[in-house]
């Protein structure tokens, strides 16, 4: 039975095809308990040892040990398959592992070997698919698509159909254009034929040969009925008689295999489900390519220049790290493609090119939106600073102070460490500064108040203290009853009430008991394991002051856990996930139908920063220049879990971010930073 094409091509789901460089990442392998192909031996013991020989094989490819792969199913297959029950399973790995080693030619030797001693095989059609997976990746784009065409014809696994669609429409959209199908189509007979000549139909009504069009389809439909392609079929047809309609595409280039494979994978997630919903209220078929670069330099080089090559991309989505950001944003805005990645926070990204778009904010739009809240908000005059020594702190704290200082603020110091566990010699020179600090203050606050108290000894309105002091050298003298008391400047201060006896309580050697609070705040823009070491040590040194942080203080479980030092704590966040908010309780509900879970920070990463992406693709004809225009206007995009701007003092990088505090239970948000404002909340 085929599988519904109309509807996966329709509305509510998308295409999608997961590459590397173009497919060569294989997906986990798995194999059920007994083979597709069934042989008999005589010995237990020997199935068992085969058994294991095999799954040992299995895992080393699922581990991407390709070579080791290869020379354990090289081995199987040594073995006679009338005494080897695996030996199809193990050629067929065999195959798969020859291509991830990159020797596409043996590979195509070896899979038709297979498909001449085992033409009946359970595994006859992923030998076919995997023969196109050669032929694609050796460059044969013609020779790829007639074998992922025998996929559709002769299978009856839909998982496998779908993909094998999902290729010959990569395939013939992006490497085939009319004349090499057209050639292709008197190459090829068959059903295989068939389908080539849908895809060439398709081809002529792009460019508005509907009658051609039709009459290729014509001249197959019977070749198509009951097979997996006759809903596809009727779409094309659809599609040339109405008029016909443009497909736009976006490139997705994001890790979804490797250290980072989790994390790309829930932004690709968010993103397909922006995408689904846009597709069910936009007339604009907008359609994913979707490339894995395992977070490599080079892969993403290789599937960018590819990406930029052709012309229906309208933008890329991604990458996630600042380093292949790089690369990619070079060569992106050299081909003039909109590239906007969802994660990078590297400030020199955008300054690669026009078009190059940052939807995360990045360290120095941190550091100066946070530095104008203390300012303007918290009013904070001095502070300092205490953060990693490495790129990261230093980039961010340059960043933070330039911004403070530029605004009026006085920096005190600058303290750097290279592990947290032990911040002694930092924080004891954040206290000696403090304590000098405050003796200048005590001694400046000192000369106001004895100008003020000679004001009220002399004003003709007190007469009561004129009455009870008089002046003698630095000495006050108070008189009380029949006697004569002399006082100090101190005393004098606390009796008339212009001044507090605690505010004398400056230790001339440091202890501390003597609580610090002539520093109003602390720039803290720590890595997030490091909140573990770093409060406690504050604490430790009872400095009482504004606690200035960055995103990685978003951690309500260690927040929670470091409550009884955290105090009081603002940090700014590019974003927050309100999830009493029916926005978000309305997505959740339909992207756990979806997906089988509510979305996280990245899931909501890739749902925002793509539905701000879609939000200027116009209803007319889109073009890389045209998006590009209206990327760079963006002002402000509400998203659920974060609001996207690009037009601020610094352009195409995201100025809009959330200050948030922690209450002693939970984040809560005291203030939207929006285009590089400040907006109460």
Known sequence: MGINLGIMRAKTIFFIVVFSVCVANGQEFKFNEISKDTAFVDSASVIDTLKEKFLGGVELYNRQEY???????????????????????????????????????????????????????????????????????????????????????????????????????????????ID??????????????????????????????????????????????????????????????????????????????????????????????????????SDVDVSFIIFDNNGDIYKTIHQIDYISKNRKIVCVFGPVKSENCVPAGIIANERR?????????????????????QANVDFVNAGYMLAKYARETLNIKNLVSLAPLDEYGKEITDAFCEAFDLSGGNILTQQWYYEPDDLSRQLKTVRRIGLELARKQLMAKISVMKDSLQVLINSDSSMYFQNLFSVNDSLYNYVLGDSIVQMTLEEVLVFTGLMDSVEFEIPERDTLGFKLTTIQGIFLP?????????????????????????????????????????????????????????????????????????PGRFELYGYDTMNAILSCIGDGDISRESLRNRLSGLELFRGI??????????????????????????????????NGQVVQR
Not at 337 to 357: E, H, K
């Open 337 to 357: 493609l909109p590239l906007v990645t969802p994660t990078a926070t590297d400030s020199r990204i955008t300054g690669l090119g026009q078009y190059v778009f």
């Open 67 to 177: 070579s080791s792969a290869w020379s354990v199913f090289r081995d199987l297959i040594s073995i006679s398959p009338d005494d080897n029950r695996y030996y199809t399973a193990s050629f067929l790995m065999l195959i798969k592992s020859t291509i991830r080693v990159g020797k596409y030619r043996d590979a195509i030797e070896l899979a038709r070997r297979f498909l001449r001693e085992f033409p009946e095989s359970g595994y006859r059609d992923d030998v076919l698919y995997s023969v196109g997976d050669a032929f694609l990746l050796s460059g044969e784009y013609d020779s790829s698509f007639v074998y992922y065409a025998k996929v559709v014809v002769c299978s009856d696994d839909q998982r496998l159909i779908k993909k094998a669609i999902d290729m010959i429409d990569v395939i013939a959209d992006f490497n085939l254009g």
């Open 526 to 598: 720590v890595h997030t394991p490091d909140i573990d070491y770093v409060l406690p040590q504050i604490a430790y040194y009872n400095i009482d002051a504004v606690l200035l942080g960055d995103g990685n203080w978003y951690d309500d479980y260690r927040l929670a856990r470091n409550r009884s030092y955290v105090g009081n704590l603002v940090f700014i966040s590019d974003y927050y996930i309100d999830r009493s908010k029916i926005s978000y309780r309305n997505m959740a509900v339909g992207f756990r139908a979806k997906f089988g879970r509510f």
């Open 641 to 674: 879990a974060r609001n996207i701007s690009f037009t601020g003092v610094r352009p195409r990088v995201n100025s809009s971010a959330f200050v948030l505090k922690y209450d002693g239970s939970k984040i809560v948000p005291v203030a939207n930073i929006e």
């Open 180 to 281: 090499s199908l057209e050639k292709l189509k008197s190459d090829v007979s068959g059903p295989e034929n068939a389908i080539v000549v849908v895809k060439l139909a398709e081809k002529y009504g792009g460019i508005g040969l509907d009658k051609e069009g039709i009459r290729e389809l014509k001249s197959v439909r019977k070749d198509l009925k009951r097979t997996a392609y006759d809903e596809y079929y009727k779409e094309v047809y659809r599609k040339i008689k109405a008029g016909g309609d443009k497909k736009y595409y976006i490139g997705v280039i994001l890790p979804l295999t490797g250290d980072l494979g989790d994390v790309g994978s829930a932004i690709l997630d968010g993103a397909k489900y922006s995408l689904m919903q846009f597709r069910r209220i």
